[in-house]
């Protein structure tokens, strides 16, 4: 048995739903986490610390509040890295593993403590691709950020659902999708229902377009309470019940986040993105999708019924493609951590 420090972003589900998947397949193993936020509703034990993270509003990068927000981090580093070395030096973990969590790597290198890295978001730093010129300020951005806070990891494993070429294939690795053990159990099934999610409630225009639709639209993290207006059904946000809402849906509407991507194509569900202004990474995410022929995206903030209607005559083609090429990494995930953690 090895002890595993595990760092990792708490601001959204797809960081603790990866860290889930993970646990219940190394169940010889002992974890303790690090972050904050959402990770310490789902994952025990927890040593909470402040969340760096990037601030959004109005379905744009607010880079302001991003700035001023990350700076009040950085100040914190000297009491946060003292409290996760003296966890360090009461734990004594064999390894650390961080899923773009801000503080672990810095004691960790600290404390002597090897620490690899197990995202996506290490896909804008360690791959080679195109940068359209429209996003390129996005990208510089998106970069820089990521140098400062999110790359202090020497060795990553990079899960993905698209392998763009490496710029250093010794250091870095690209694997397929991890997903937890709820998502391979809940059976897929054709279904006429629209599944729409978004991160936070900063784009009401996408919500005003579904209305119009002539489909049944469940949207997830709009509003916090269940209610029906018209063809729309908000409901709460409840990590069993989306998946049977998104394994059961015709397509789903997104804005870019990777996990809930990948759980959508596990189900054969086509995939329209609305990657948030500014969040580059998402960007990348759903110009994937198109290139791969798994759905489209925009950049639009002012979404149109004609576009649901010209996404929608290309279903039969999307699920076809997804079909074909889709694949599931979670046993290939599994045994390289295993790897790592048995050396």
């Not at 390894?95 to 503080?103: H, K, N, P, Q, T």
């Not at 993905?160 to 053990?181: I, M």
């Not at 916090?224 to 059904?233: I, R, S, W, Y």
Request: aromatic letters at 10%.
């Amino acid at each position: 048995m090895a002890r595993v420090l595990y760092g990792l972003m708490g601001t959204t589900f797809g960081h603790v739903v990866r860290a889930q998947a993970l646990l219940a397949r190394l169940p010889q193993h002992e974890f303790h986490f690090v972050g904050g936020g959402r990770v310490l509703e789902a994952l025990q034990p927890v040593l909470e610390v402040p969340v760096a993270r990037t601030i959004h509003k109005r379905q744009r990068v607010s880079v302001s509040a991003t700035c001023g927000h990350l700076a009040r981090c950085t100040v914190r580093i000297p009491r946060v890295r003292r409290q996760i070395l003296d966890l360090i030096e009461r734990w004594q973990p064999h390894l650390a593993i961080c899923d773009r969590e801000f503080y672990l790597p810095l004691a960790a290198r600290a404390a002597g403590l090897r620490c690899i890295g197990l995202d996506h978001s290490h896909v804008l730093q360690v791959c080679r691709y195109p940068v359209p010129a429209a996003q390129f300020v996005h990208w510089s951005l998106s970069r820089l950020e990521d140098a400062l806070f999110f790359n202090h990891t020497r060795q990553n494993l990079i899960i993905s659902f698209y392998h763009p070429p490496l710029r250093q294939p010794g250091l870095n690795e690209l694997l397929p999708p991890l997903l937890r053990q709820e998502v391979r159990a809940q059976a897929a099934s054709p279904g006429d229902h629209v599944l729409l999610y978004q991160s936070t409630a900063t784009f009401p225009a996408l919500i005003a377009a579904a209305r119009q639709l002539k489909r049944p639209v469940i949207v997830y993290g709009f509003r916090n309470e269940h209610a029906v207006d018209g063809n729309l059904t908000f409901k709460r946000f409840d990590m069993r019940q989306i998946l049977a809402d998104l394994a059961s849906c015709a397509y789903a509407v997104v804005n870019g986040g990777h996990n809930l991507i990948c759980e959508a194509l596990y189900y054969g569900k086509p995939v329209l993105c609305f990657p948030i202004h500014g969040v580059f990474e998402q960007f990348l995410n759903a110009r994937h999708i198109r290139q791969l022929g798994y759905g489209d995206f925009t950049t639009t903030r002012a979404p149109t019924v004609a576009l649901f209607e010209n996404f929608e005559r290309n279903l039969a083609n999307y699920r076809t493609r997804i079909a074909a090429n889709f694949v599931d990494g979670t046993d290939r995930v599994v045994q390289r951590v295993a790897e790592i953690i048995g050396e």
